[in-house]
């Protein structure tokens, strides 16, 4: 009787053929590992950018007409900058903690004071603690101060105990070429000499309207040029 030896058996041909699909599960599982705990990272970091909280700080000038420069300013123990300082860190705490960040407003420090045409010009400091993700733009700040301010002046006269009073506050504009004027109406209202923007916002550049370049935080300069 003649016995083959090709090693062609039912058990041979099943142990070969197991072998490279073990294998092939055995990549197929790393590979989902891999991409679960990569989505896991991901989450968790986005999750940590959202909740862990930092300080930002933004710095505003304003000039305080109608109320005027004494050089004591310099002296931040003499009284009039202590009641200044004061009157400014009350209205602007107001302003932030009324607005839809109050959560997130910390302090306002008062950095230095100046003279600007015989008036009083103050620098300021905000300090908010936001996340990453949740960080503030300078224009949207300055919205939410201006319309604070505005809240708090009725359209009149902000009084300074003992100083005198502020008729107007001129909110330089986060570009550095434009300012908003927050006060009375007839009194807080842009020079001829500079473009009007829909929010209010004075900009100081020449026929800023339709020329491809926004001025305006709000736009409005380049709204109405295909009218």
């Known amino acids: 009787m003649e016995v083959k030896k090709d090693g062609g ?11 490279p699909s073990h294998h092939a599960c055995y990549r197929s599982t790393l590979i989902a590992f891999f991409f679960f705990f990569l989505v896991i990272g991901v989450f968790v970091g986005l999750l940590l950018a959202y909740l862990v909280q930092e300080q930002h700080y933004f710095m505003e000038t304003v000039e305080l007409r ?4 004494d050089p004591v300013l310099q002296d931040e123990n003499s009284g009039y900058s202590i009641v200044l300082s004061s009157v400014l860190k009350s209205k602007i705490k107001n302003a932030l903690t009324a607005s839809s960040i109050s959560q997130h407003y910390v302090d306002c420090s008062i ?9 009083v ?3 300021f400091r905000l300090v908010f603690r936001v996340s990453k993700v949740q960080q503030y733009s300078d224009n949207f700040v300055q919205d939410l101060l201006r319309t604070g301010l505005s809240s708090a002046m009725h359209g009149k006269p ?15 504009g986060a570009s550095g070429k434009s300012f908003y004027a927050i006060g009375d109406e007839m ?8 473009f009007t923007c ?5 900009v100081t550049k020449l ?9 305006c935080a709000d736009g409005s300069d380049e709204a109405r040029c295909g009218e």
Do not use: H, Q, R
Request: glycine share 10%; with cysteine; hydrophobic share 35%.
């Open 9 to 19: 058996g039912p058990w041979s041909s099943s142990g070969a053929s197991s072998a």
């Open 66 to 69: 109608g109320l005027k420069y």
């Open 111 to 119: 950095v230095a004071y100046g003279n600007i045409n015989g008036d």
């Open 121 to 123: 010009m103050a620098t």
């Open 158 to 172: 902000l009084e300074v105990p003992d100083f005198g009073e502020i008729n107007t506050i001129v909110l330089l």
């Open 187 to 194: 009194i807080a209202k842009c020079p001829d000499n500079t």
């Open 198 to 202: 829909d929010n209010g916002e004075c």
């Open 207 to 215: 026929n800023p309207e339709c020329d491809f370049i926004t001025d």
